[in-house]
């Protein structure tokens, strides 16, 4: 995934972007960047691996050598930016969060002649918002340019410039998987991605872009350069699993949302029969709390803490190189509480469930402290396919995906043909799913949160809604 901050003002922006990106971190450990554009100096740009330590942390010693009206920073699960770029369309910064599934075609298209060449980076890949950038150069206007890119990209892209130290041009990508919002102040205006990271600043809500649209902010306000599209699909996993508790996106608060997501699961597990008797119900740390406090809520079972994770030396799951120490690192994080797991019924409420690694490892831990039950429940249907358009679950391929691997073994090739079925755990289909994956991973009962359910807890249109995980349906 990957997010940003950026802010234009009267004033000096500098720490507005630095605490405004710091509060993206949640959506990235990979690489950080910042870029800050005064009048006198010019631009002044840092880029940072993030994989071992926090945002804050890594860029607090550049602070000194920023200054600057205008300036924006970026979290990014992908390629180090942001980047500086002089073409025929004058000198900007530009930082991006999306995917492009077609790089090499468009290379090959666009730019194979001998007068183009990308920097590679170690793996040989083209750099996205390199690519991103050219893209935009072949357009007659920064507009122009914007528009080509996204129309040429296979995947999505979300797009924020910097023309000077007077302007920001943010576009939202084609189908407004990703937010992006305007805020404003006394002196100036901000872009973000997460709504609380202005707020916490000081700015109160101004706008927010509708899908494929273009917004030229500046210090005095904002304005429309290129019109919003009818379709939109967001992504859902922002609400369930993505988006900080603070977070408002399409006017629906990221923590109401779980609350509610858990009841709706709860509720229709009473109308089936199906709630199971356990002393308490607890949330997978973070994301997975407040879908339990929804469904304790409305199942009368006390929410308890059974385990907590330590967060002084390990606040968030960091890259080590090697796959051992991260599954380590993933147990060191996990603290059990004896007096509420020696001998209680637990029942566990996930965000998701994707390859099930650290879930089984998660049981394991449980039962070696003392459960007597642990029944599992995910706060959305299975995952199905791997996502192409952001970065959730696109690191895996579909077989690697636990749902698919499970149907995979069930009946082999054949399965790939009764998706739709074995996502529905009214069918016959669905319910060797589930029991296929309880026996595999030892757990008592399991249970996925429908679409139904989702969507229902979303509230929003769900035409509006991306769920191309889910259904693999565009």
Known sequence: ?????????????????????????????RNAGMAVWGREKGCKRQIHSIANTPFRTRFEDDLASFSGTCGFGCISDTDPQPLMVRSHLGLYAITTVGIINNAEEL??????????????????????????????????????????AQKLIDGSMTILLMTGPEEIIAARDTYGRLPVLVGKDAEGHCV?????????????????LGPGEIVRISAGGY????????????????????????????????????????????????????????????????SGVPHAIGYANRSGKPFARPFVKYTPTWPRSFMPS????????????????????????????????????????TVDFLYESGAAEVHMRAACPPIMYSCKYLNFSREYSDSELLARKTIRQLEGEEGDQHIEEYADASTERGKC??????????FDSLGYQSLKGLLEAIGIDPKRVCTYCWTGKE
């Open 433 to 442: 799913l589930l029991s296929t994956i309880c026996r595999e991973l030892g």
């Open 107 to 148: 290379i090959e298209k666009y730019f194979s002649d001998h007068g183009h060449q990308f920097m590679a980076m170690s793996s040989g890949k083209v750099n996205t918002t390199e690519m991103v950038a050219a893209l935009i150069n072949q357009g007659e206007s920064l507009v122009d340019g914007i528009r080509n």
């Open 223 to 286: 304005e429309t350069i290129a019109p919003a599209g009818e379709e939109m699909k967001i992504c859902a996993f922002l609400w369930t699993y993505y988006g900080y508790p603070n977070s408002n996106y399409e006017g629906v608060n990221v923590e109401v949302m779980r609350y509610r997501n858990g009841e709706i699961m709860a509720r229709d597990e009473i109308i089936r029969g199906d709630l199971p008797k356990v002393d308490y119900v607890a949330g997978m740390p973070d």
């Open 1 to 29: 995934m990957g997010g940003f901050f950026g802010a234009v003002s009267n004033r000096d922006v500098t720490l507005d972007v630095f605490f405004g990106t710091d509060y993206h971190s949640h959506l990235g450990t």
């Open 322 to 361: 090697s796959q051992d120490v991260r599954n380590q690192v993933a147990k060191m994080k996990q603290i059990p509480v004896p007096e509420l797991i020696q001998g209680k019924k637990l029942l566990i409420v996930d965000d998701s469930i994707v390859r099930g690694t650290q879930l089984r490892e």
């Open 192 to 208: 973000s991605f997460e709504s609380f990271a202005y707020q916490k600043l000081g700015y109160q809500n101004a706008y927010e």
